[in-house]
Every structure is written in C-alpha cells, then in structure tokens.
T-cell receptor, first 110, second 115 residues
C-alpha cells in the first residue's frame, strides 16, 4: 500500500515569513501534484511535477520533486494571509491511481 | 472550458433515505474519481471510473454505496439507506485519457448532511 506523509500537519506563521512543507513516501511516483484547498471548496491544482529533481516556481511558491521521485517540497516566500489553506500532495503510481497525503494546514496571520 | 461540476452543492437527508450525487467531468475527460473528506481530514479515495466501466472500487464501502458513469450523462455516486456516519464532503475529480503524468481536476464538492 502506498502512503504519502505530509509534514508539518499544522503550521501557523506571521505574514512575511517563509515556510517549507514536505511530502514524503517510500514509493516512487510517476508524477506528483500539489493542491490548495480552502474551507468549503474543492482542491485547486497548483502544480504537477514529473521529472526527478524538477523545480517549478509559481510566483512566491517553489515546488521541488525529489531526485528519486519519492518526495517533494513546497516552499513559500513572504507568506500572505491569502496563502492560508490546506495544502495537499498527491502521487500518481504510473497508472490512473492517485494517492493523497493528509495535508498541511497553513494559517498565515496578518 | 467549464470545470468539473458537481450537484447538488449541499444535500440534507434523514437516516434511511437515499443520496444521489452527480458529477460532470471537464470536457474531453473520460476518467472520473470520487473521494470522501471528513472535517479536518484529507481526501480518501472511493472509486475510479471510465465511461461505462468501474476500474477501481477498492475504496468503496461494500454495502450501500455504488457508482456509475454511463455513456451519456454525469457520473452518479449513490448512497442507499444513509446513516449519520455518511455525513461528509464528497468530491469528484476528472482527468484526460493519457495515463502516467496525469493530473486530476476537482469539482467544488457535495456536502452531505445526514440528520
């Protein structure tokens, strides 16, 4: 059974701070996705990473896929209250199955 | 291009009634996934369907739950004889045909409340 772990589970920071959240597994994935979910809404796709070692930037967000394609990180620079939400990672196991992590709940205080 | 659509957004049922949740995938997407999310928890996979076929239902409870994705029309998740423990947000996601580097796109969810 494939499992994705995310850390930290909860994170509360002040506006302007930097942060990194992690997504780890013992399994190899063909691709990995990061989503942000706000209360009462569905997850919204932020990025898909495919190549081991790949780094993608989305404004203040930087995503990295581990060389072995088992882990990923999301770094946010100068966090803003609008970044508040549940950050979910999901891995594709070379087929059509997606495994989700439990999420990191981020709160950015003004 | 419209996104994934789900209806109703909110559904209230009494114990013992049936709940029918609908999902229309994005245009051009032929793969549909259903997930359940309890408050303060992550997404739990329930079932994966392609048109007229159930590919993986390993996350579906053995009783009372069923899903279909007919040739025409939306995908339906049906819960018979609902119980209070079925109260949750149910999300549908769709993806295109190409496997491997695929990405799922989620609908806004249906929040089921069982009284």
């Amino acid at each position: 059974t494939q499992l994705l772990e995310q850390s930290p589970q909860f994170l509360s920071i002040q506006e302007g701070e930097n942060l990194t959240v992690y997504c780890n597994s013992s399994s190899v994935f063909s691709s990995l996705q990061w989503y942000r979910q706000e209360p009462g809404e569905g997850p919204v796709l932020l990025v898909t990473v495919v190549t081991g070692g790949e780094v993608k930037k989305l404004k203040r967000l930087t995503f990295q896929f581990g060389d072995a394609r088992k882990d990923s990180s999301l770094h946010i620079t100068a966090a803003q209250p609008g970044d508040t939400g549940l950050y979910l990672c999901a891995g594709n196991d070379y087929g059509q199955n997606f495994v989700f992590g439990p999420g990191t709940r981020l709160s950015v205080l003004p | 291009n419209a996104g994934v659509m789900q209806n109703p957004r909110h559904l209230v049922r009494r114990r013992g009634q049936e709940a029918r949740l609908r999902c229309s995938p994005m245009k051009g997407h032929s793969h549909v996934y259903w997930y359940r999310q309890l408050p303060e928890e992550g997404l739990k996979f329930m079932v994966y369907l392609q048109k007229e076929n159930i590919i993986d239902e390993s996350g579906m409870p053995k009783e009372r739950f069923s899903a279909e994705f007919p040739k025409e029309g939306p995908s339906i998740l049906r819960i018979q004889q609902v119980v209070r423990g079925d109260s949750a947000a149910y999300f549908c996601a769709s993806s295109p045909e190409i496997a491997g580097a695929d990405t799922q796109y989620f609908g806004p969810g249906t929040r089921l409340t069982v009284l």
